[in-house]
């Protein structure tokens, strides 16, 4: 009731519309201090308040601040109870705002309200990542503007935004293709589209994408009840199971008949071409993003579950892994020789893979390939078996499905798809084009930018040529999905990965959910963070690729 | 049908014949090549390679080149051709990036004769120079293009696009020396056979790769590329620049290019993706293949014209593993099934109108055109041509223009140009522009001006400015209260009104035009006309005569109407239906001479009622739903000047409780309307007022501003004030000589410049330039 008088008339208005749900509710704000809010929930209304500080207008913005400010003071100065989102909200804002006005005057209320007896959050992690410090995130992180603009064009800047920060010329367009597939002009409605980045990220038991998207489906108006499993929602969601369990585990395996389930005329509800291949795309970028998030250990947000504690850990210092964090950075002394000494071998076949000239017959060459595309890499990790955690696996029908190492030579060994009978460039691009023409723009830039990223350096070294490197990882990861360039040598791969480095490569592609620290600190133990980021893009770019290509490839089977 | 064949040899000097036919092959084709007396062709894909013989009958196959108990990936071809001179040597490109050649003349079963395995990746293309026996090119994946002497066991030389993916290369048919090669990045570059390090000419050809190209057989500077931007250009390199001469657009990446012999203007495609067709394209026809081969499954990978002086017989293969022969003669022709007609309007509301002539002929009652009339029949006729083969029409144009005097968009810019959308309190905005619109004799305009300004301004502090109606109308709080709820119910009333007119019209619409002397239309155009829908979207033309729509019942007019039935009812011979306005209940939209209710009056109508039912302090935002009820109604009749005026002058007070995207809408809409009739001061104003992210960068798009150290006068890369090249401060004040960060003037003639109260200040007292250089400085 306070916030009423606060709040000018357009405002309430506004709010009403937004949220036609409640345009009968007529003592709403009474509802918002129950537990059992109809929705949408307390939250989401919360977080509207908290979504007019992204506005681009700055006058805008500093009345969002003004009013904010006001009433959470209010609150606590008549000792009300201030909820747990908005603190968690003003946590969150106070941690990761790149407009320094707002982050200031967040911490500031959060102060205050500690000072009135307020138990405020705490949050868990130091950093975005639980992988690399967070203050070499902040040094060689983008750009002010940058992060401004993912700011006021998404209402935050998530962990995974800072982490590729990293890389700002990737960042710009990872987060326009993002934007485009999230909030444009497309054939499927908002919250749809988060709900298919919920199912399709809970493949992979990504918990961080399931959380953020949750929120986000809130926001757009979705209906509280599917987040309570696939079960609940409409028939036609819950044909895409499929699809999305095989895109995320084996590609290889989409055929014209899954299309056909989903588009031909006798299938209702029917999917239209233009829908699926927004699905496909929204699925497949999910299923790469999350093995983004696993593989660079994205820490929870501040306000997701497991991201903050309501406990004072003021006394206790460091989290567990921020300890985990110092150790590993000071490795002892031979270690390091070591590690160095392994960067210089590195150097030392890239110069020779680039200069050999060694002629091997055809039979080779496929034995080449058919090695590393069945190399079993996860023996010591497949013990522990990861169960979904029961926030997650509402969304997971079937969990036992995923990724399957290929059968060592021979039987059953699903074909292999030859880049040159299937490629981006030529049909993928053409395909996408038809289909979904701004979105077949923006991912072939994506490709692209990620493809020529390179900054010339190697660990301590300046001006290297890494192109094979960076061709190897690429190639490698392709090989994992089964799909072979005929003018690659795979003895290459062999060559410049290192059996870490693989192990470490083909668990976050394919298996992300058992990605741990100590797989991510024993490959490349010289180079830098950015650089293990920069190997990430590659991962998540070339995977997204390959289930494209698949999904793809079966559509123009279908067509045709 | 026999004799023509006959006919065609003899002039060919080939002896070719044969009918429509095809093969079945093992496996996809990846590309196909004929022997140079037509008479084998040879079909090569990832597991195919074999020669066919063209026989009378069908395909007969002669040779499978794929031998060996493993096929090796040297098989497996991107590409294939025939030599042109030797009618035993063959060369392929393979995916795994090795260049191979082979001579039938061997006698054992392999047939392969030499390898080359200089290249890193996929070899896309091989070409045979036309004319030299031993010179080889080839193009691929790697950037590099390479010319073997087939003599020699390597490559002579080695071209580097500096660019990734070589898509094409293809030698000049008349000039001994030349290739041109097409790129991934959209490029096309042109080399010089005997100048390995650097290409002769480079010009970005298409966005994305391209995927081919062709020079024309007869013509040496034509050469055709195809991309995956969907076009095929026809560009002319005789020139100094290459010039885009003749642009196709297909309806999928292009994937191959043939010219066709013997038709100067004739070539082939094939796409990439999707559309399985060949199409043979009049060049300068490119909105309707000129022919179209349907008969492939799949995408077409190859096509080759059979004979270099035939253009009757094109080979094709596929991905659908057949190969075909297509014959000229039972090609589909789709400018047959085509209707030639067209509609479409002009700016100020006149409508063209296209059709077959035999169409227009078949009119009633159709006059010839005089002088005087409005309607000017256009006659188009293709000249005759003994190749040309398409099928000739004629169409008719007719020109509708509005009647004269009646300049019905006049409002429009008059409008445009004088209201006012800021820079004054909120209520002399609304009351100038109640003006400008009570001038322009829309008095329902005016009306709903004043009453914006009455339902938003503080009802404490009364405009101070002196508005007669207001002043006649008593005390403001009363004002304040009249029932808005009344006036939207009028509006929908006449919504739905006008809707069934719309209806209704349809029946009415032949003796409208019976009526009317000056009609032309035949019933059968006119049908045709009114059945088209966009013709509701046309937004110009409604809030003009609707009145007449709405009080007429013999004309009962369409309210949406378009201009033909327009015109027709504006001609002074229509009786005058603005006379019997006084009675209508609705506030008049009319642009017409006759005023009949001023806003006053209408005021007056309305306030009577329920002025007790409201308390007299309205908040603003309690008029919001109506206002932007209002809103939307004139936007709907296709006022959207109104809409974004009022919403620019409401600004704050109403634009958060409509939607972005509706926002987004009306001024999109508004704008192009400015920027046609080149209101540019207008459409500028209203870019920079409006509030919507998408519209105010419009003003920012493309503007770049290139900025040169004054010192080195080299280009300034990065943002701040110090040079990359000279490290020196650039933009220094020319008088205080510190660095100039804002506003910075300089002199156009010499560059020199500096803060700009400095340069003031100095040009006060000399008209030399303050650096000394000299230069009588001039600023304007």
């Keep these: ?560 | 049908m026999a004799v023509m064949e006959k006919m065609t040899r003899a002039s060919s000097g080939g002896m070719i014949s044969g009918r429509t036919m095809f093969c079945h092959l093992d496996a996809p084709a990846n590309a196909i090549s004929v022997c140079r007396d037509a008479t084998q062709v040879v079909v090569a894909g990832r597991n195919i390679f074999k020669i066919f013989a063209l026989e009378d009958e069908g395909f007969v196959e002669r040779l499978n080149l794929r031998v060996g108990r493993k096929p090796s990936l040297n098989f497996s071809c991107a590409d294939v051709m025939w030599h042109q001179m030797e009618e035993n040597l063959l060369a392929t490109a393979a995916t795994n990036g090795a260049v191979v050649t082979w001579n039938l003349g061997r006698p054992c079963r392999n047939k392969q004769e030499q390898l080359f395995t200089e290249h890193k990746r996929t070899v896309n293309k091989v070409c045979f120079h036309p004319t030299e026996v031993h010179m080889l090119l080839s193009g691929s994946q790697d950037g590099y293009m390479k010319c073997f002497d087939l003599r020699k066991k390597e490559s002579v030389s080695t071209f580097s696009g500096q660019s990734e993916s070589v898509r094409d290369v293809q030698f000049s048919m008349k000039d001994y020396f030349t290739f041109a090669a097409s790129f991934e990045n959209g490029n096309v570059q042109l080399w010089d056979i005997r100048r390995p390090d650097r290409y002769e000419r480079m010009f970005t050809a298409h966005t994305g790769p391209v995927f081919c190209c062709d020079w024309h057989p007869e013509d040496r500077g034509w050469l055709a590329t195809g991309g995956r931007d969907k076009m095929v250009k026809v560009w002319d390199m005789t020139t100094n620049r290459a010039k885009e001469i003749f642009c196709v657009q297909t309806i999928a990446s292009v994937a191959r290019v043939k010219w066709r012999p013997e038709r100067k203007w004739h070539l082939a495609t094939c796409s990439m993706m999707v559309d399985h067709n060949i199409y043979v394209w009049d060049v300068r026809r490119p909105y309707i293949p000129f022919a179209t081969f349907e008969e492939h499954k799949d995408v077409t990978t190859g096509i080759v014209w059979r004979h270099q002086h035939d253009p009757d017989f094109l080979l094709s293969g596929s991905k659908d593993s057949t190969l075909y022969q297509h014959m000229f003669k039972d090609a589909s022709r789709p400018v047959d099934r085509a209707n030639p007609e067209g509609l479409c309007f002009g700016l100020f509301g006149d409508l063209a109108f296209a059709a077959k002539e035999s169409l227009m002929s078949g009119e009633v009652g159709r006059k010839p055109y005089a002088g005087g009339d409005r309607r000017y029949p256009i006659f188009f006729f293709k000249k005759p041509d003994v190749t040309e083969q398409f099928a000739q029409v004629s169409s008719a144009l007719s020109v509708f223009e509005t009647a004269p005097g009646g300049a019905p968009m006049d409002w429009f810019i008059k409008t445009a140009r004088r209201y006012l959308l800021s820079g004054r309190p909120f209520a002399e905005l609304c009351e100038h522009n109640a003006k400008v619109a009570k001038d322009l004799n829309r008095p329902q305009v005016s009306t709903t001006w004043t009453m914006l300004r009455i339902m938003f301004s503080d009802p404490a502090n009364p405009s101070s400015s002196s508005n007669h109606n207001l002043s006649k109308l008593g005390n403001l709080p009363l004002m304040n209260s009249f029932s808005m709820k009344e006036m939207s119910s009028a509006l929908t009333e006449r919504n739905k009104e006008n809707r069934q007119d719309n209806i209704h019209n349809l029946d009415s619409n032949l003796n409208t035009t019976e009526d009317n002397e000056e009609t032309e239309g035949s019933e059968g155009q006119a049908e045709y006309l009114f059945g088209d829908a966009e013709l509701d979207d046309d937004d110009l033309y409604s809030m003009e005569h609707e009145n007449q729509a709405a009080e007429e019942a013999e004309f009962s007019l369409p309210q949406e109407a378009f201009p033909l039935r327009h015109e027709i009812v504006d001609h002074p011979s229509a009786p005058e239906p603005l006379t019997e306005k006084p009675e209508s209940p609705h506030v008049s939209g009319s642009e017409a001479e006759a005023t009949c209710l001023t806003p006053m009056e209408s005021f007056s109508l309305i306030s009577v009622s329920s002025s007790l039912l409201f308390p007299p302090h309205l908040p603003p935002a309690f008029f919001s739903p109506v206002v932007i009820a209002m809103l939307r109604y004139y936007a709907e009749q296709g006022d959207v000047q109104m809409a974004v005026s009022v919403l620019i002058v409401l600004g704050d007070r109403i634009r958060r409780e409509i939607d972005e995207l509706t926002q987004e809408h009306w001024y999109m809409s508004y704008i192009d309307l400015l920027q046609r009739f080149e209101l540019w001061n207008v459409s500028n104003e209203v870019i920079k007022l409006s509030t919507c992210g998408a519209i105010s960068c419009l003003n920012q798009a493309s503007t770049t501003l290139h900025i040169n150290c004054s010192n080195c006068k080299r280009p300034m890369n990065n943002r701040g004030w110090i040079c990359d090249r000279c490290h020196q401060c650039a933009s220094v004040c020319a008088v205080c000589h510190h660095v100039v960060k804002g506003v910075f003037v300089w002199c156009q003639g010499c560059s020199h410049g500096g803060h700009l109260t400095h340069i003031m200040d100095w040009l006060r007292n000399s008209t030399y330039c303050p650096a000394a250089c000299g230069h009588q400085c001039e600023y304007t």
């Design chain 1, 1 to 560: 009731m306070l916030e009423m008088e606060h709040t000018p008339g357009y405002e309430l208005v506004r709010e009403r519309q937004a949220s036609p749900a409640t345009e009968t509710d007529i003592p709403r704000e009474l509802e918002e201090h129950s537990p059992t809010s109809r929705h949408p929930p307390a939250s989401v209304l919360n977080a509207r308040r908290f979504s007019r500080l992204s506005s681009r207008d700055e006058q805008e913005r500093t009345a969002a601040l003004e009013a904010l400010t006001q009433s959470v003071l209010e609150r606590v100065e008549n000792s009300a109870r201030l909820e747990r989102d908005i603190l968690l909200q003003l946590l969150r804002v106070s941690r990761s705002c790149p407009i320094p006005d707002i982050k200031e005057r967040a911490a500031e209320l959060l102060k205050r309200a500690q000072e009135e007896g307020v138990a405020i959050p705490q949050a868990l992690s130091s950093g975005p990542s639980a992988f690399i410090p967070a203050d070499e995130i902040l040094e060689e992180g983008a750009g002010q503007d940058v992060m401004t603009e993912a700011f006021l064009s998404m209402g935050r800047v998530d962990h995974v935004t800072m982490v590729m920060g990293l890389h700002p010329s990737y960042l710009n367009c990872f987060l326009r293709t993002q934007n485009a597939l999230l909030q444009l002009d497309g054939p499927l409605p908002l919250p749809w589209r988060h709900y298919i980045i919920i199912m399709a990220s809970a493949r992979h038991q990504c918990s961080y994408l399931v959380q953020l998207h949750s929120f986000a489906f809130l926001q757009e108006g979705g209906d509280e009840t599917w987040l309570k499993g696939l079960s609940h929602t409409p028939t036609k969601i819950q044909r895409l199971h499929t699809l999305n369990k095989l895109l995320a585990h084996r590609p290889w395996m989409i055929t014209q008949e899954h299309i056909q389930e989903l588009v031909s005329p006798g299938a209702e509800p029917r999917w239209s071409f233009a829908e699926l291949i927004q699905a496909i795309v929204l699925m497949s970028h999910a299923h790469s993003l999350s093995s983004f998030v696993w593989g660079c250990g994205i820490n929870p947000e501040p306000d997701q579950s497991g991201g903050h504690t309501f406990q004072s850990t003021a006394q206790s210092g460091l989290s567990p892994l921020q300890q985990n964090n110092g150790q590993s950075d000071s490795p002892n002394r031979q270690e390091w020789s070591e590690a160095v000494s392994e960067v210089e071998l590195l150097m030392e076949r890239m110069m020779m893979v680039q200069q050999q000239e060694e002629e091997c017959t055809q039979e080779e060459m496929l034995t080449r390939f058919e090695r590393e595309r069945s190399e079993s890499l996860l023996e010591p990790a497949e013990g522990v078996r990861c169960v979904p955690p029961d926030s997650i696996s509402q969304f997971v029908p079937e969990p036992d499905f995923s990724y399957q190492d290929f059968s060592p030579r021979g039987e059953q060994s699903p074909t292999t798809m030859r880049a040159q009978d299937y490629s981006w460039e030529d049909h993928g691009f053409s395909l996408m084009n038809r289909l979904y023409g701004e979105m077949a723009q923006l991912l072939e830039e994506k490709f692209q930018v990620v493809y020529a990223l390179t900054y010339r350096t190697m660990a301590m070294h300046t001006d290297v040529d890494t192109t094979t490197l960076r061709k190897a990882l690429w190639n490698y990861i392709h090989c994992v999905y089964g799909i072979r360039y005929d003018d690659y040598d795979y003895g290459e791969v062999n060559q410049l990965l290192e059996r870490s480095l693989k192990v470490y490569i083909k668990t976050v592609a394919c298996h992300p959910e058992k990605t741990t620290h100590r797989m991510y600190t024993s490959f490349w133990r010289h180079f830098r963070h950015s650089e293990k980021v920069h190997v990430n893009l590659l991962l998540l770019e070339a995977r997204l690729q390959a289930a494209l290509l698949y999904a793809l490839r079966a559509i123009t089977r279908y067509m045709t």
